[in-house]
Nanobody, 126 residues
């Protein structure tokens, strides 16, 4: 069973940066790891994903060039990161780490993710 714990959220002014972290325990090789976000009154959306078996990355168009997903693998534990630069007020949301055991080609199918963290709030003021 994969367990995910996010950290690193906070409040920042527009143009600023934040780095989110997710500690993933109990995972095995060949997982898609993703970052999602949900703003009040809006549907949850996939932001970025990475394949643990090969480090292929995927991004939503709204964050390309501003956000970077990365991972740091250790024995039975993975640390997932989301570096967010040039933040905009529309990036304000609860951010979630998620995992899906599958092959690389499914990482962008956001609806398939099964394991979720509790979320961390990101607030960007103008």
């Amino acid at each position: 069973q994969v367990e995910l714990v996010e950290s690193g959220g906070g409040s920042v002014q527009a143009g600023g940066s934040l780095r989110l972290s997710c500690a993933a325990s109990g995972y095995t090789y060949s997982y898609c790891m993703g970052w999602f976000r949900q703003a009040p009154g809006k549907a949850r959306e996939g932001v970025a994903a990475i394949y643990t078996g090969g480090a292929t990355t995927y991004y939503a168009d709204s964050v390309k060039g501003r956000f970077t997903i990365s991972q740091d693998n250790a024995k039975n534990t993975l640390s997932l990161y989301l570096q967010m630069n040039n933040l905009k007020p529309e990036d304000t949301a609860m951010y979630y780490c998620a995992a899906l055991r599958t092959t690389d080609s499914w990482c962008r199918v956001w609806s398939l993710y099964k394991h979720w963290g509790q979320g961390t709030q990101v607030t960007v003021s103008s």
